[in-house]
């Protein structure tokens, strides 16, 4: 399958820093990138969908000026954290998939990046 | 809303037995797909298993399949021949037969194999 990465893997930073992370389709245009939120033990919870070239789609209780989200290429989608405090600390995930084909009516496989560990002190 | 309940949080098989993870749903949509993922210590989600709802026939991939009963609104995994590299949480997810529609997750269940 596609292969989509995610950078860093793990980031510890100081309370009241800014983290960005990069989420990457190596091998395919993504139209739509998610971003997921994981605690230790949970489920993944969506965060935002994104559309390259268009803001964001936040879900409900998500702070969209906490959790900045950029889709400026079809290859590329950023989350940054901003004044990120230790309880933002947790597994963030993002998955990537290509154009919805109309004419084809078919499912476009959604593809999951390896994950970033983020800790904040 | 969408929503998708697993109703074991853990489970445990003997390498080489069968086992079956629970998953049931709740939606009023008619067209969807159905998933089972696979995150091992690693947390790559993988893809374990897919079902089209219009499709009756249960869909299988090597040793998983799944018991779709689209009336009852459940989608239950078997897995067989269980191997020690199965251990992992699985998911069970939900997505309409729609564009820019996202996963609905279940809370998961954890699985461990047994050698």
């Known amino acids: 399958g596609a292969v989509v990465s995610q950078h860093p893997s793990r980031v510890i930073c100081k309370s009241g820093t800014s983290v960005k992370i990069e989420c990457r389709s190596l091998d395919f245009q993504a139209t739509t990138m998610f971003w997921y939120r994981q605690f230790p033990k949970q489920s993944l919870m969506l965060m935002a969908t994104?559309?390259?070239?268009?803001?964001?789609?936040?879900e409900q209780g998500v702070e969209k000026d906490k959790f900045l989200i950029n889709h400026a290429s079809l290859t590329l989608s950023t989350l940054t954290v901003t004044s990120a405090h230790p309880e933002d600390s947790s597994f963030y995930i993002c998955?990537?998939?290509?154009?919805?084909?109309?004419?084809?009516?078919?499912?476009?496989?959604?593809?999951f990046g390896p994950g970033t560990r983020l800790t904040v002190l | 809303a969408q929503t998708v309940t697993q109703s074991q949080p853990e489970m445990s098989v003997q390498e080489a037995e069968t086992v079956t993870l629970s998953c049931t749903y709740d939606t009023s949509e008619n067209n969807y797909y159905l998933f089972w993922y696979k995150q091992p210590p690693s947390r790559q989600m993988i893809l374990v298993i897919r079902q089209e709802a219009y499709k009756q026939q249960n869909a299988t991939e090597n040793r998983f399949s799944v018991n779709f009963q689209k009336a009852a609104k459940s989608f239950s995994l078997k897995i067989s021949d269980s191997q020690l590299g199965d251990t992992a949480m699985y998911f069970c997810a939900f997505m309409k037969h729609s564009a820019g529609n996202q996963f609905y997750f279940g809370t998961g269940t954890s699985l461990t194999v047994i050698p």
């Open positions: 998955s990537a998939r290509e154009g919805w084909d109309r004419q084809r009516s078919s499912y476009n496989e959604q593809f």
């Open positions: 994104s559309n390259e070239g268009s803001k964001a789609t936040y």
